[in-house]
């Protein structure tokens, strides 16, 4: 067992000060406010809970910097991410991961939802072990000192109607039998792992047949189950013309939206839709810098919420990996679309990156610190050139921190991620992108 003096942290829905825990086996043994110990090991700053990043795909990572320099459309960036997807292998791909995941750490993220569809190789045959792609991302999470959850992804079609092709042929398992059964190998290959978990996701309705929806129902098991929706317009006027509803109505229809569900993005709603998703208590994973970068819209946050959606937040596409950024711009992208401001409280936005978060991926013992949960641990600098003067409490956190002011984290009561290590971070990320792009430099 050990114990720290936590100087103030996020307990229950508040900071209090001289927080003291004590940890063992990777879990909170004892929480006790306004403790003065003699021997725990001190822990200066705001300490919040580890924060859960519900939606990455982590080879977008090596795009930063590259799909924003031009004009273009979402499809035009669409094209060159299918580039870098053409590119990967099990070994650049780990590096890469691993990199992406250790700039997650550091910035305070403990857990990540993988939508994962980079299954199979280029050319669409199997590895020699179909999930080895997969097993790429579990080893690069447990190296980098985080947890995943894979949600192995069901990709069918590019378009309604339209077959897979070009680089979009390495995601699919041609049926809904050999994905299933492709996922249940997977779940039992990670099973001993503490730091894995996997759920389902489909792509979108684009890339799954309606009629296939009913069998993905089938096959959950409890799973925690993601998809993109009504991202775009575009993929909503197709829907209706396609099957008559909208995406949402298209979801529940076919037994898809629940309690363990997540829509990603959720933009373009109807009152109905809001309506569908918040009376099945599902997750709604918003992605407001990647949401902007790629001009999608800003999506109903408030509405869907008082609907019965429960808020989660992505990095995506890691046009910018911060959760402290995510979770301010639910509230500023409200004030854009609504002219007012005011939609959501700190502790509200505090919630939905941790212990919502957590629990839409399937980790219900973490994102909170409390006797039982697991020992993750945040540690925000208040006096640095972002924070000083913003106060000591959760305003200071959502509205004025980020990830560079993330001075520790600990993960299952380990300490991942110390002071200075940023640097070492940036040239493993340099390194590893450089081999995708065939930049020579290592």
Do not use: K
Not at 64 to 75: A, D, K, S
Not at 273 to 279: A, Q
């Amino acid at each position: 067992m050990t114990a720290y003096l936590l100087e103030r942290a996020w307990v229950g829905d508040r900071f209090l000060d001289d927080v003291l825990v004590e940890v063992e086996d990777g879990r909170f043994t004892s929480v006790t406010p306004d403790s003065d110990p003699p021997r725990a090991i001190p822990v200066r700053g705001l300490v919040v809970p580890g924060l859960a990043n519900t939606h990455s795909h982590a080879f977008h990572r090596a795009l930063r910097g590259r799909t924003q320099r031009e004009r273009g459309t979402f499809w035009t960036w669409r094209d060159q991410m299918y580039a870098v997807a053409a590119r990967l292998d099990p070994d650049t791909y780990l590096a890469l991961a691993r990199a992406t995941y250790r700039e997650m750490a550091a910035a305070g993220i403990t857990c990540v939802g993988e939508f994962h569809y980079v299954h199979h190789r280029p050319d669409g045959s199997t590895y020699a072990d179909p999930n080895e792609m997969g097993d790429v991302l579990v080893e690069a999470a447990r190296q980098a000192g985080i947890r995943i959850t894979l949600l192995d992804t069901l990709y069918l079609s590019s378009g309604f109607g339209v077959p897979p092709e070009g680089a979009q042929l390495r995601y699919s398992d041609g049926s809904v039998g050999a994905w299933a059964d492709r996922v249940d190998a997977l779940t039992a290959d990670v099973t001993a792992a503490s730091h894995a978990v996997t759920g389902m996701a489909v792509h979108s309705v684009r890339a799954v047949p309606a009629a296939e929806l009913s069998a993905v129902a089938a096959r959950l098991d409890g799973r925690p189950f993601h998809v993109h929706l009504s991202e775009q317009v575009a993929e909503n006027t197709a829907c209706l013309e396609a099957y008559g509803v909208t995406p949402a109505r298209l979801l529940a229809d076919h037994g898809l939206l629940g309690p363990t569900s997540s829509l990603v993005h959720a933009t373009h709603l109807t009152d109905d839709d809001i309506e569908l998703i918040g009376g099945a208590g599902a997750h709604a994973s918003f992605c407001p810098t990647t949401e902007r970068d790629l001009g999608d819209g800003i999506g109903p946050s408030r509405r869907l919420h008082d609907a019965g959606a429960r808020l989660t937040l992505g990095s995506d596409s890691h046009a910018v990996i911060d959760l402290f950024e995510e979770m301010r711009a639910v509230e500023l992208d409200e004030r854009l679309a609504t002219q007012q401001r005011g939609h959501w409280t700190a502790a509200e936005l505090l919630t939905a990156a941790t212990t919502a978060g957590h629990a839409s991926l399937g980790w219900d013992d973490a994102g909170a610190i409390a006797v039982g949960r697991r020992a993750d641990l945040v540690v925000v600098d208040p006096a640095s050139p972002r924070t000083a003067g913003a106060g000591r409490d959760e305003g200071a956190v959502v509205f004025a921190a980020s990830a560079e002011d993330v001075q520790r984290v600990m993960v299952d009561g380990r300490w991942v991620v110390q002071e200075g290590e940023r640097y070492d971070i940036g040239l493993e990320l340099e390194a590893a992108i450089a081999r995708i792009w065939g930049e020579g430099r290592t």
